[in-house]
């Protein structure tokens, strides 16, 4: 069965600093890979997604990814954090294969110090 | 463009009491749904998945069931509430693996 774990529950970055969260996964073949962001009592929204091709994935409000397949990972990065980045970071796997859905870690939150 | 609606936003119930939670989908056809939970320091878990009218995939043993009833409704019901039931309700849909489209959610509170 697939997993994903996402080893920081908070992290706490200074406004304008870099940020990496990490995502590791466990699935047998090429995964489907997503990061979602969540604000507080709000549903999800899409980040980045990867599935075939370049490692090195572009996401909105300036984020990217990088999957590394020796590594299982998937983790997300910016250059230079926003207050409003503030929020809940889900990474999730998906078996491509199917509609079963996909499978999320537990979450990293982001906290952002002036 | 496609959208997703869910409803209601919050919601209080006693213990003991139904549910009905409603998704909807516009703006596509035959799309896969799905109803996941989202409990306090727990990440999200899928509950059930719906790949057409009246298919139901359940995940996890649980209090709730849901149903199809029509091609872009998916609804999350339960007979009786139990504490453990409290919790963040997200809706979503995709037409392939490599998507997935979130609602805005249901908090609902067991008292």
């Known amino acids: 069965a697939q997993s994903v774990t996402q080893p920081d529950i908070h992290i706490t970055v200074s406004e304008g600093a870099s940020l990496e969260l990490r995502c590791n996964y466990s699935?047998?073949?090429?995964?489907?890979l997503f990061w979602y962001v969540q604000s507080p009592g709000q549903g999800l929204q899409l980040l980045l997604k990867y599935f075939s091709g370049d490692t090195l994935v572009q996401g909105i409000k300036g984020f990217e990814a990088e999957f590394k397949r020796s590594q299982s990972s998937f983790n997300l990065r910016k250059p230079s954090v926003h207050w409003s980045d503030a929020a809940e970071y889900f990474c999730?796997?998906?078996?491509?294969?199917?509609?079963?859905?996909?499978?999320f870690g537990k979450g990293t939150h982001l906290i952002i110090q002036p | 463009s496609q959208t997703i609606h869910q409803w209601p936003a919050t919601l209080v119930q006693p213990v003991g009491s139904p549910l009905s939670l409603e998704c909807t989908v516009e703006?596509?056809?035959?799309?896969?749904l799905y109803w996941y939970r989202q409990a306090a320091g727990r990440g999200l878990q899928l509950l059930f998945y719906s790949v057409g009218i009246g298919q139901i995939s359940s995940e996890v043993p649980q209090n709730l069931s849901a149903s199809r009833p029509q091609d872009r409704q998916f609804i999350l019901s339960s007979k009786k509430l139990l504490l453990s039931d409290s919790g963040f309700y997200l809706c979503?849909?995709?037409?392939?693996?490599?998507?997935?489209?979130f609602g805005q959610g249901t908090r609902l509170t067991v008292v």
């Open positions: 699935y047998g073949a090429t995964p489907y």
């Open positions: 999730a796997v998906g078996s491509g294969g199917g509609a079963d859905g996909l499978t």
């Open positions: 979503a849909w995709n037409l392939s693996p490599t998507e997935a489209f």
């Open positions: 703006g596509t056809s035959n799309p896969n």
